[in-house]
């Protein structure tokens, strides 16, 4: 007996103590909906996803070459589109997660519009981002069982025991579209009790793992802009706190915490750190400060002072009373924010490059390593690098060290399409292809992420429509760009109506109603057109 059938048996035995009063219900029907609705609350998501990612987590710490992946999205209809093409393409959802971007919620969702990356949309849109995505992703295995559920009884009708044995199986074995969701808090929209606060809604509405960056958050920018600000560690810690205290008091005790370092890039910091004794932390944060050695006599009205082995040292304060770090000292202040993140409650790291250079980020991972040494990393592979020419010059600058004669290529355009079938070229693709397994084993990156791909590719596709549908081509522009495309590459939306839930629809309407539901299904529904015979070549 399957799962399938012993469920059914189960609610065939309750309805049997019920009485006559449920004589409507019918037990498989029931187990079905139950089937379609594995998941009752986000706290239930939030748990299941959380030990996919431990699990995962283990694995990579045994073999490196078993990373993770996801894509940023903005909607949860991408976010279910995303892996219902990875169940269909790949089989299956294992190691492949979900990203919820801010800098997506603050240019797409927020109700002021399209938004810089400055924490200045709603703090409610990245919990309301999740459990919509949440709810997309469910739809999708309520949408895949009752396809399922259909085929069954298909085969019940012309008694295709055969076919009912298999499709029996896949019922037992269906797996869910849920995964985990990595999901960005920024830098936590507050203080500490706001973080508590927003991390509350985000768990709740089913996130497993929160990304916070050490940024202070009223003057938050993008990882890839500049005029970035960090805070000393023991500010940052506290949000780290707020949001293991978040977890824990919903429950969720394997929750994930990345710690994202802007420091790489981040010139300023918003105040001096609190120390106590020399090399402690708040020294050590001081001690990357950009100063000028002075004596007392050259103390002027207003200054703030440190005093090291003796010395009494002036830190550069700009006009905005922010204070400046010495350059140069970013890779040093990114493991020094690694080590004393995973010494006091994260879990993962997040360290903000401005180009992809295995050789910059494994340096930084092999020191955090010599302290942590199963220290992991997530990674932002982001579109706002030139992925093409980054790698193309990396080409180059190795020929180039190889004493190789680059007298055919300009460094400065590698970009031009002049290139693209040249040797150097088709090494940088290939050192592009290979990034993520490569990084992986090199240096530390457990989960690799695209963080707004999504974005772009909604831009790209619907260019691609308008240049062609608003000109000469008409509706061949979307009849071969499109539909065409989705009929014979399966792509599930060109039955859009089946897709928005119309078949469901149907079959609850059957089971509430029996014989008297009026269906949308039948015979005159245009969807028939998409149907396995109509598409034919017979």
């Known amino acids: 007996m399957t799962v399938y059938q012993k469920a059914i048996e189960d609610i065939e035995a309750l309805k049997q103590q019920v009485g006559s ?11 079905r909906m139950r089937a379609q609705n594995r998941f009752k609350t986000g706290l239930e998501i939030a748990q299941y996803t959380a030990d996919i ?20 999205v903005w909607h949860g209809f991408i976010g279910q589109q995303k892996m219902i093409s990875i169940k269909k393409h790949l089989k299956t959802t294992n190691k492949r997660y979900l990203y919820l971007s801010g800098w997506m919620v603050a240019a797409l969702r927020s109700e002021f519009g399209p938004l810089p990356d400055q924490s200045m949309h709603e ?6 981002l999740v459990e919509e995505l949440y709810t997309f992703l469910r739809q999708a295995d309520a949408r895949e069982l009752d396809l399922l559920f259909t085929a069954l009884d298909n085969a019940r009708i012309v008694g295709d025991d055969e076919k009912i044995t298999r499709l029996l199986a896949q019922i037992d074995a269906f797996e869910t579209h849920v995964v985990p969701i990595i999901a960005d808090i920024d830098a936590g929209f507050g203080n500490p009790e706001a973080t ?27 990882g890839h802009q500049d005029g970035k600000v960090t805070v000393p560690h023991e500010d940052f810690i506290a949000k780290i706190n707020a949001v293991r205290y978040a977890f824990l008091e919903l429950g969720i005790e ?9 420091s790489l890039g981040a010139g300023l910091t918003q105040k001096l750190a609190v120390t106590y004794t020399p090399g402690d932390l708040g020294d ?7 100063v000028d050695e002075i004596t007392e006599a050259d103390l002027g009205n207003g200054d703030v002072v440190i005093k090291r082995d003796g010395k009494l040292l002036r830190p550069k304060r700009l006009a905005s009373n922010l204070f400046q770090f010495r350059a140069g000292t970013g890779e040093a202040r990114c493991v020094l924010d690694s080590i004393t993140s995973l010494q006091n409650g994260a879990d993962l790291l997040w360290i903000e490059t401005e180009k992809p250079h295995i050789g910059q980020i494994a340096a930084m991972m092999n020191e955090v390593r010599k302290a942590i040494p199963n220290a992991k990393l997530v990674y932002n592979n982001s579109p706002s690098f030139n992925w093409t020419l980054n790698f193309r010059q990396q080409a180059y600058d190795a020929l180039l060290a190889e004493g190789k004669d680059v007298s055919a290529y300009d460094r400065a355009k590698l970009m031009s399409v002049d290139y693209d079938e040249t040797e150097l070229a088709l090494n940088a693709d290939e050192k592009i292809r290979t990034f993520q397994r490569d990084s992986s084993k090199e240096a530390g990156i457990f989960h690799h992420l695209i963080t707004l791909p999504t974005y772009h590719t909604a831009a790209l596709s619907t260019d691609d429509l308008a240049k062609g549908y608003f000109a000469d081509q008409g509706m061949l522009a979307y009849v071969k760009g499109v539909q065409r495309r989705e009929i014979r590459e399966g792509i599930a939306t060109v039955k859009h109506q089946n897709m928005s839930g119309s078949d469901l629809g149907d079959n609850h309407k059957e089971y509430f109603a029996g014989e008297a539901a009026l269906k949308a299904g039948g015979v005159n529904n ?13």
């Open 196 to 222: 508590y606060l927003l991390a509350k809604k985000m768990i709740e509405a089913g996130a497993c793992a929160i990304q916070i960056e050490n940024q202070v958050s009223d003057e938050k920018q993008c």
């Open 53 to 72: 990612m431990r699990k995962d987590m283990g694995e990579y710490d045994a073999d490196s070459s078993i990373y993770t992946q996801s894509l940023g």
């Open 284 to 290: 050590q944060y001081n001690s990357y400060l950009d």
């Open 254 to 262: 394997n929750g994930i915490i990345v710690s994202r370092t802007d």
């Open 123 to 128: 703090k409610t849109a990245v919990p309301a």
């Open 21 to 31: 009063t449920w004589d409507a219900i019918n037990p498989e029907s029931v187990a």
């Open 526 to 538: 245009t969807s028939n057109q998409f149907d396995e015979p109509a598409l034919s070549s017979h």
